[in-house]
């Protein structure tokens, strides 16, 4: 794919703004045993779906070349996309899959060691990932997706000042959008939460015509913004404008469900993850949702939940210690276990939401170590989150007793 940046077309920048969002997002196989031969597993997708003819069609040419690198590189962003919309772990291992021929090479052509660096953050080997880059910037200082795929790997595990470094390197190499999405990231995290926000708003209205897709991606970050900053009104807004542009994925469903778990209207929540419950990180907010609304169903997810959890455990999986401490911490009430998957899951990734699991997991158990890690940070970069007020009280209380 040519990602001539300064000629960008809209199908272009939407590939860098998807990327950027999927090293946000992680997914791992979860194993799961039918209580008897007759229970349904999972329904295929529909070979008659146009997407999976694309993916079955770009497949079987690939197998017949499986050197061309152009076709490879289409197929796996392809792959990639499908499986930040459906949530599905398999499709990062298609994608792994038809990078076969160079997968193991250190010195790979560089379409493929960025296409792996995201790969390799899907599982949280940010080190590796990184590397891969640094390997396309020593080639080639002016290959903006390795840039921004950098800036983003930078953020999730919290080296902020060097994030902003590498989003820098994106002026005159790639679309201003792009540019004022990586920046206001990462401002909003490092003590200029409000001009952040008002910055990319900004720039996103002076774009009408961006990719719909790109659009719901781009509102969708303002609107978590819209709520650390404590403007739920905006956030509401920016929300429903995301769930309108299109086809929710499973991000925006999370982060939409997160808003309203926080606001009381667990009732939306569980109506709107009703059908959504293979995806973990739904099942999660769901079970919540019906736990708070006092359904006789929440008992029975949570089960689900948990023996999921129980099988990453067993095959070693520490992808989604988040998930897990906020289970530990919301539905099965063992602070102590929270605290402790909290602790693990933040000295690999440092967003928002490790953050605030964190401070509520600290709060909960009175562990001081906990709060005091999570106070140095607050203080370090200036954070500014509304989402967090409630539980920062008794945090810094707790934080004093060091």
Not at 142 to 149: D, K, S, V
Not at 238 to 248: I, K, S, V
């Amino acid at each position: 794919m040519n990602m001539d940046f300064p000629h960008c077309r809209p199908d272009h920048a939407l590939a860098i703004l998807l990327l950027l969002f999927l090293l946000n997002v992680t997914c791992s196989a979860k194993p799961y045993i039918p209580a008897n031969g007759a229970q349904v597993i999972e329904y295929l997708p529909v070979r008659a779906n146009p997407i999976q003819r694309e993916l079955l069609k770009l497949r079987s040419e690939l197998s017949k070349e499986p050197k061309n690198l152009p076709l490879a590189s289409i197929l796996v962003r392809r792959y990639i996309e499908q499986a930040r919309i459906e949530g599905d772990p398999r499709y990062l291992g298609y994608a792994q899959a038809a990078l076969a021929p160079w997968w193991k090479q250190r010195d790979a052509p560089d379409e493929v060691l960025v296409l792996r660096a995201t790969l390799f953050q899907s599982t949280h080997r940010f080190a590796a990932a990184l590397a891969d880059l640094d390997t396309v910037l020593r080639r080639d200082t002016g290959n903006a997706q390795a840039w921004l795929t950098r800036a983003t790997v930078q953020m999730v595990t919290g080296d902020l000042v060097a994030a902003k470094g590498s989003c820098m390197r994106l002026y005159s190499r790639a679309p201003a959008l792009i540019v004022q999405t990586c920046l206001s990231n990462v401002g909003s995290l490092n003590g200029d939460a409000k001009s952040s926000f008002s910055s990319l708003k900004a720039m996103l209205e002076r774009y009408p015509d961006t990719d719909p897709k790109v659009r719901g991606w781009t509102q969708t970050l303002l609107a978590e913004m819209a709520a650390r900053n404590g403007d739920d009104v905006m956030a509401d807004t920016l929300f429903r404008q995301a769930l309108d542009a299109g086809e929710p994925d499973s991000y925006l469903l999370g982060a939409w469900s997160d808003f309203l778990l926080d606001r009381g209207r667990s009732t939306e929540v569980a109506k709107l993850l009703k059908d959504k419950g293979r995806i973990d990180a739904l099942l999660l907010r769901y079970a919540i949702a019906l736990k708070n609304v006092g359904s006789t169903d929440a008992k029975a997810q949570t089960e689900a939940l948990r023996s999921r959890f129980n099988a990453a455990m067993l095959r070693g999986d520490t992808v989604h210690q988040r998930e897990q401490a906020r289970f530990e911490l919301v539905l099965n009430n063992d602070s102590q276990s929270a605290v402790r998957l909290a602790l693990l899951n933040w000295a690999v990734q440092k967003e928002p939401a490790d953050l605030r699991i964190l401070i509520e997991s600290a709060v909960a158990s009175g562990n001081v170590t906990a709060a005091k890690t999570a106070l140095d940070w607050i203080a370090k970069f200036k954070i500014e989150d509304r989402t967090i007020a409630r539980p920062l009280a008794k945090l810094r209380a707790l934080g004093q007793r060091t």
